[in-house]
């Protein structure tokens, strides 16, 4: 392999690349040995070869949004796929090949001439490889599923340097874990082949911001109203600081806010999928309101950059429940009023992967409750790294005896031991290990990042 397209500990370029390796601001106290920047697949099998020669375990990243800056591993070789982002559409079958460094928006600017669309991450500079390994939570998920859903096959890089294709009818154990497996899967997908969907032709918004001592009865509202809406609306609760559209006051307020976004294939449809929510019986109680707004994914994904800014520091964690939405916020809610910054905040989504829990059978990935909260810690300030994360721990500590698992593409690894065990079913975590063994017996893959 060229030296030019590696970077080894110690070069003068070493600490700045090693630091573009996340996406986050708070940067892991973790140093690789080598950081392989791949240009061509072909470069993806000679860096495992070189691995297995000098004794080096190997991590991988493509976009660097994994929270935790899961793939920044002490020792070893870390291998950069970003540079992969090779999109080929067949617009007559409906389907994709794409390398793991294509990103969310860059996907969905490139299916749209076709009137083709994916379930990628809510977060448009989210690429494919981390993504869709971990599950994949993302637009329209309630219709389409969870993006790994999606996948038809893939093509990796083994343990043992050869190129495999991986498919329910090739590979199919491979091919399971792939849909899944997330930050601990054993080999390195070079190419995904996806199954697209009709672009929706008309996206509509609603949203209801509630001063957070309304959380009762905006709960209990919002979850009615919420199981009448069909699956391809997507709804959501938000926990946080008002915007400062919400409120004059120079402090501004913790609240709750409910938001549904249809996706449909007429204006007329998308109207008609909202009349849920579209009526609230609490709306005189509203701080803002807005009511079958017209939207798009270029706007979709600027309101996402706003709660996810770039240039911050981030810590998150995830839970799924089997306990109702009022019941898990109104724990949650004296937390995210004390919070130490202001832009942290928590998600719940209803439904994040579906309904349909048959969209998820025959891969790793699972739903694991009824209920879903996401706590974010996001903040500026170095010095308050400590203060932040204890936050997170404490919102996390409150409503884990509620919990039933998390979703390994999110979930805080470095929080507990066994964050990544229960982020499974226990046989799914059984089959995962059993086929880690079968197709990395020496362990040249790292597995999944611990305390």
């Known amino acids: 392999m060229p030296e030019t397209k590696i970077v080894r500990r110690g070069d003068s370029a070493y600490e700045a690349i090693r630091s ?39 991590a991988v990243r493509a976009g660097g ?24 559409v067949d617009p007559e079958a409906r389907t994709a090949a794409v390398q793991p460094g294509v990103t969310g928006s ?4 490139q299916l749209a001439p076709y009137g083709l669309a994916f379930p990628a991450g809510h977060c448009g500079s989210v690429a494919m490889s981390g993504y869709l390994l971990s599950g994949g939570l993302g637009w329209n998920s309630g219709a389409w599923g969870p993006g790994c859903a999606s996948v038809r096959a893939i093509e990796a890089i083994t343990a043992d340097g050869r190129g ?84 004059a006051a120079p402090y501004r307020p913790k609240v709750i806010k409910v938001t549904a976004t249809a996706f449909a294939a007429s204006e007329d449809e998308a109207f008609r999928s909202m009349e849920p929510i579209r009526t609230c019986p609490l709306a005189d ?52 009023a004390e919070a130490p910054s202001e832009q942290s905040l928590v998600l719940a989504p209803f439904w994040p992967a579906s309904r349909d829990r048959g969209l998820s059978r025959d891969m790793a990935f699972s739903v694991l409750g009824d209920s879903y909260v996401a706590p974010f810690a996001i903040w500026s300030d170095p010095e308050d790294d400590a203060l932040n994360i204890r936050w ?23 929080a507990d031991p066994s964050r990544a065990e229960r982020s499974y079913t226990p046989e799914d975590w059984r089959r995962l290990q059993a086929l880690r063994e079968r197709y990395d017996p020496e362990g040249v893959f790292h597995t999944y990042l611990a305390p």
Not at 65 to 88: F, Y
Not at 289 to 314: H, I, Q
């Open 164 to 247: 495999v294709r991986c498919s329910e009818h090739e590979n199919p154990d491979l091919f399971w874990a792939a849909r899944g497996a997330g930050p601990g899967f054993f080999a390195v997908v070079t190419r995904f082949h996806l199954r697209l969907w009709e672009l929706p032709a008309a996206i509509l918004e609603t949203a209801y911001t509630f001063p957070l001592a309304e959380l009762g009865a905006v709960a209990a509202w919002a979850t009615e109203a919420a199981d009448r809406l069909p699956p391809n609306v997507e709804a959501s609760f938000l926990l946080g600081t008002a915007d400062p559209s919400d409120s």
């Open 392 to 414: 997170l721990r404490d919102v996390m500590g409150a409503a884990e005896p509620l919990g039933t698992g998390h979703y390994v593409g999110e979930a805080d690894l470095t």
């Open 106 to 109: 860059s996907l969905a600017a």
């Open 65 to 88: 949004h994994s929270w935790i800056g899961s793939p920044v591993r002490d020792g070893g070789m870390l291998i950069d796929l970003s540079g992969l982002r090779q999109c080929v």
């Open 20 to 58: 573009e390796m996340v996406w986050n601001e708070l940067k892991p106290q973790r140093f690789p040995e080598m950081i392989v920047r791949a240009e061509s697949e072909q470069d993806v099998q000679e860096a495992v070869r070189l691995a297995r020669s000098n004794g080096l375990r190997i």
């Open 285 to 336: 109680r509203a701080l803002s309101r807005k009511v079958d707004e017209p939207a798009s994914y270029e706007s979709l994904y600027t309101a996402s950059e706003t709660l996810w800014p770039e240039g911050r520091r981030c810590a998150v964690d995830t839970l799924w429940s089997d306990d109702s939405f009022e019941t898990l916020l109104r724990r949650l809610a004296p937390l995210v």
